[in-house]
Every structure is written in structure tokens, then in C-alpha cells.
């Protein structure tokens, strides 16, 4: 998943001086950055080293996924998603589910996935009773969710005693056996690779799958984060701290700011974080904001007119992909230092900046170096300050102590001021691929037959060819000798 279990934005409120505004509760000092950050291009620009913008420029193109590999890995997926709809929808074991319907999110299907399809997020949707009441747990991120008066219908099995409430822990539990019970039957087209499903996390809202060579567990060459996701009815709509959306009517408008408000609300079975929890913390669902992320980046101009073109293509997700392929690297780096460090971090503050720099001549494609560090600039001061408002829920900052260690916030500054003083030594592509690359290259080399022995052939005729090549040049020798 995109930012793996996102365990994020807890009770703890952004704290900020300044009169909070109607939109969003956005403080207003926010507003007053939206006018001094709308600079003339020119003064936009900040002159950087003709070998740092080249590399910044080079590891741009290699983010690129092949097309190879997203052709066999689009391939392998939908089969996958397409068969087990067919199996819920025929499945007696739980009603519920038999209706549902997949909903794509992630940074695959946003056009920001980096190295290689590797990762795919899926929310199954099941639609909720027509009316919830959602009692807020924490800052506006995670919620209770209890039907109006008892029912009889198919989620009445995910109830707890009191009839009302809907566990959060019973849907993903029901899903975890449904999927077990699928992958008895289900076999993937490769007959190489088989999925298995990997162990729970405790605070994870998804069902991870792996797909891996049969007879080597080990290697896993891609996976899928199947989530549930509780579709809340069009008659009700967002909770009231959201439903007004994000402030993005400099950036967007207000016709786009409208069709992002319109879309679907969608909770997803995530537990709070942290010990002693109470039962309706255990019960807890989180708002997802996927749908809302996936209008926002794939329409992510000022204009219409943004990326139509060849001529009108922008910076803006390559900015992104560079500072994702950052904060990857930074994590392989300091696993143990920047744990809590993912990469909706980096995306939370990509959508800051581009509602606060909106103008698309801000990001044309010759600017790529100079955006992309305002971009890590800007990441590393919500990191030195401390706050990192969540772009939807603004009351909830996912630099907080809670979630966020003084300790590791104070590695993380250090970190990327390491790496802008020092020319991003670890933005430089790394030593070893995936091994879904290594897939897509037989793909390509081998006419798209996962199989190495052409390689071998190859080798062996080589060294014939050789041996043939000095016994003649004996002869000759041999010849001129005589």
C-alpha cells in the first residue's frame, strides 16, 4: 500500500496561532502564504548546479515503470480482481459481501507509482445502511460508526451486541477468510506464481497478498492490499468536519472543489494507535481519502489545458515521484531511525504546495530541478516545525508527538537537510532492482516467456563459437610454421 498502514493524524490537535478560517479550518495564516508564494516565475527560480539538475532530470525518466512490466502486472492483477468478485458474488458464506464492487486507488492507478508495479492498492466496496451515526474518536480521522435502529439485513453479521455499532474488526476478519478461501480455488495464469496471503498487522486496514515463485515463498515479486471499505450512503454523505473540503479553490476552483466534495465517503476498518485502547477505539473506522487523492493528482492543473499536450505537460508528478523515490531511499537507509516515516508524508505535503503554488507556469517541465527541491524544502520545514496539517482533516497534524517521535522528527530534518546541502547522494538509482524487473526484462528479452534457459543457450553457443575460433588460429599457425 501507498504509505503503508498510514498510522497517522491522531487525536492531537494542530495547534497554530492565527484565527481559524471557514474553509476547512484552515488557519489564516495559510491564506497569507497563498499570495507570497504566487511569484513571478523568474523569482520562482533557484539557480542549482547544472550536475545536480541533470541528475534530478535523469532519475526523473528512470522512475518510469516499463512497459513491459505493467503490461504483465496489469495482466496478472485484474485476473486476479475479476475472479474474485465472481467468487464473492457466488459466494453463500457471507451475504454481505456479495454485492461488492472493486474501487481502484493507490499510486499505481494515480500515474506516481516509482521503479515498478510492484504495489496495488484495492478498496472493495460494500455500501452502508442509508443512514450512520459517526461518532468522532479523535481530531476528524477516525470514527464510530452505529446504524440508526437494528436491521435485518446481511450486515447484521458484522453487529456487535448492542445491534447497533459496526465492527470494524468482524469485516476484516470475514474478508482475511474469504480471500483464504478463494486462493484454494484460484490459480494464477503464470503457472509460476501463486499468491499468499501474509500475516496481519495489527493496525493495518488491509488484507496483503503476495504473489511469489511456487517453491520459493521468499521472493516476492508483487503485492496487493485488498481493503474493505464501508461506502457511506449519497443521502448522508461526509461528516460534518469535512464536508465543506479541502481549500482548494485557488488551486482548482470552486466547480472543482464542488465535484471533489461530491464524491463518495468511504471508511476503511482501522484500529487507533496505541495501548489500552477502549472498545470503541477497537472498533474504529478511519475516513479514506483515496478517491478524493486520485481526482485531485490525475486533475491536477490550474487550467484545463494542463498536460493535454506534449507542449502543456507540467512538473508536478515527477516532483512528486522524486520525492517518493527520496523518502523509499531514506527508509532503506534508516530503517530503524525513520520507522514512522512513509510516503504520505511526502504526499500530504506535495498537496500543500500545490494549493498554495497553483499557477501551472510555476511548474512547467523545464523547472523539474527547482520544483522539486521547493517540494523537499517544503517537507523539510512542515518536519522542522513540526507541523504537517492533514491536507483534508487540517485539525489533525501527522507530525504530532503522538505519532510522530520528537526523536525521529528531529532525524528526519537532519536527514533531508543532509541530502539538499549534499546534492541527494541518495536520490541516485540503487545498486539492485526488484525482482518484478528482472520479470519484465526475460518479458522483453525472452518474447515474454518467463524463462531463463534462452540466456543459457546463448552462453553456451558463445563458448563453442570461441573454441572454434582458437583451434583455427592453431592451424594457421601451424601452417605458417611448416
Not at 499510486?107 to 504495489?119: A, M, Q, R, T
Not at 476484516?172 to 503464470?190: G, H, I, Q, S
Not at 500543500?352 to 497553483?358: A, G, M, P
Not at 492533514?390 to 528531529?410: D, G, I, M, Q, T
Request: aromatic share 8%; proline share 6%.
Amino acid at each position: 500500500m501507498d504509505g503503508k498502514d498510514r498510522n497517522l493524524g491522531l487525536g492531537e490537535k494542530w495547534e497554530k496561532k492565527g484565527k481559524l478560517s471557514p474553509v476547512g479550518g484552515l488557519p489564516e495564516v495559510r491564506r497569507r502564504l497563498n499570495h507570497q508564494n504566487q511569484q513571478p516565475e523568474d523569482e520562482c527560480l533557484t539557480p542549482i548546479s547544472p550536475e545536480l539538475a541533470n541528475l534530478i532530470k535523469q532519475r526523473a525518466k528512470e522512475l518510469k515503470i516499463r512497459k513491459a512490466a505493467r503490461s504483465w502486472a496489469a495482466q496478472v492483477v485484474n485476473d486476479f480482481r475479476e475472479n474474485l468478485l465472481k467468487f464473492l458474488k457466488n459466494s453463500t458464506d457471507q451475504p454481505f459481501f456479495q454485492s461488492a464492487e472493486f474501487l481502484s486507488s493507490g499510486s499505481y492507478f494515480e500515474n506516481v507509482k516509482i521503479h515498478s508495479p510492484d504495489e496495488f492498492d484495492m478498496m472493495l466496496k460494500l455500501q452502508a445502511p442509508s443512514l450512520l451515526t459517526m461518532t468522532k474518536l479523535d481530531g476528524g480521522l477516525f470514527y464510530r460508526l452505529d446504524l440508526n435502529r437494528p436491521t435485518r439485513s446481511p450486515i447484521q453479521a458484522f453487529l456487535l451486541e448492542n445491534q447497533l455499532t459496526i465492527s470494524s474488526s468482524k469485516i476484516l476478519n470475514a474478508m482475511y477468510e474469504l480471500v483464504r478461501k478463494f486462493l484454494k480455488t484460484y490459480t494464477v495464469p503464470d503457472k509460476q506464481f501463486c499468491w499468499k496471503v501474509n500475516r496481519k498487522r495489527p493496525t493495518s486496514p488491509a488484507v496483503t497478498l503476495s504473489l511469489c515463485r511456487i517453491g520459493n515463498n521468499t521472493d516476492e515479486l508483487m503485492s496487493v492490499d485488498l481493503v474493505p471499505a464501508l461506502m457511506v450512503h449519497d443521502s448522508q454523505g461526509w461528516p460534518q468536519g469535512v464536508r465543506d473540503g479541502p481549500d482548494v479553490d485557488n488551486w482548482l476552483g470552486r466547480k472543482g472543489r464542488q465535484k471533489i466534495k461530491s464524491l463518495p465517503c468511504v471508511f476503511v476498518p482501522k484500529r487507533l494507535k496505541g495501548r489500552k485502547l477502549g472498545e470503541d477505539a477497537k472498533e474504529s473506522w478511519r475516513i479514506s481519502f483515496s478517491i478524493m487523492e486520485k481526482e485531485m493528482i490525475t486533475k491536477h492543473g490550474h487550467t484545463k489545458t494542463c498536460c493535454e499536450t506534449y507542449i502543456t505537460k507540467c512538473c508536478r508528478k515527477q516532483s512528486l515521484m522524486l520525492l517518493k523515490s527520496l523518502i523509499e531511499a531514506l527508509k532503506q537507509r534508516f530503517p530503524k531511525e525513520l520507522e514512522d516515516l512513509c510516503s504520505y508524508h511526502g504526499k500530504t505535503a506535495f498537496l500543500h504546495t500545490l494549493s498554495i503554488r497553483f499557477s501551472d507556469n510555476m511548474w512547467t517541465r523545464k523547472q523539474l530541478p527547482q520544483c522539486f527541491l521547493h517540494l523537499l524544502g517544503a517537507l523539510e520545514e512542515h518536519a522542522r516545525s513540526g507541523d504537517l496539517p492533514h491536507f483534508f482533516v487540517p485539525h489533525c497534524n501527522l507530525f504530532s508527538a503522538s505519532v510522530f517521535p520528537r526523536k525521529s522528527l528531529a532525524f528526519l530534518v537532519n536527514a533531508l537537510e543532509e541530502q539538499r546541502k549534499e546534492g541527494l547522494p541518495l536520490l541516485k538509482p540503487p545498486a539492485l532492482d526488484s525482482p518484478l524487473r528482472a520479470v519484465s526484462f526475460l518479458e522483453e528479452t525472452n518474447g515474454k516467456q518467463l524463462n531463463p534457459k534462452p540466456a543459457a543457450q546463448s552462453l553456451q553457443f558463445t563458448n563453442q563459437l570461441v573454441s572454434l575460433v582458437f583451434v583455427a588460429a592453431l592451424c594457421i599457425c601451424f601452417i605458417f610454421l611448416v
